[in-house]
């Protein structure tokens, strides 16, 4: 009986810990007027940040970035990937196959009459691009992210 009852208490205060630890990793989010995200930002960065938009492919200059660092959301540099998870998906825009743990969020999109993955900053909700199923082993995934809505951060 006495072991039932320590290992009951080892494994709610293991709990605890658990609920502790995702309690404190929870990204605080930053909440501008749009006129303070006007300001902030760049054009082309505001409008795909607050606005959905999406660059040109190809004209990323992150899409040639292969140092090793970080890429944060420009809107409010929260970290979002690691320079270990991007790879060239031949699609004109950087893309990443893991990000980083509860950094990001999704919803669907139906901007071109179907459903797609659109992905957002934990932090500020800005668009960073949309998630696919077709990206290298071993997620599979394909994180296609608007390089305006990155800065990038060396090592």
Known sequence: MLRRHFLTLVGAGALTAACAKSQAETVAPLKLSDAEWKKRLPPAAYNVLRHEATERAGTSPLLNEHRKGTFACLG??????TSDTKYDSGTGWPSFF???PDHLQTKTDFALGYPRTEYHCARC???QGHLFDDGPRPTGKRYCNNGVALKFIPA
């Open 125 to 127: 909700g800005g668009h």
């Open 98 to 100: 893991r990000a980083i």
């Open 76 to 81: 409010c540099d929260l970290p979002l990937f």
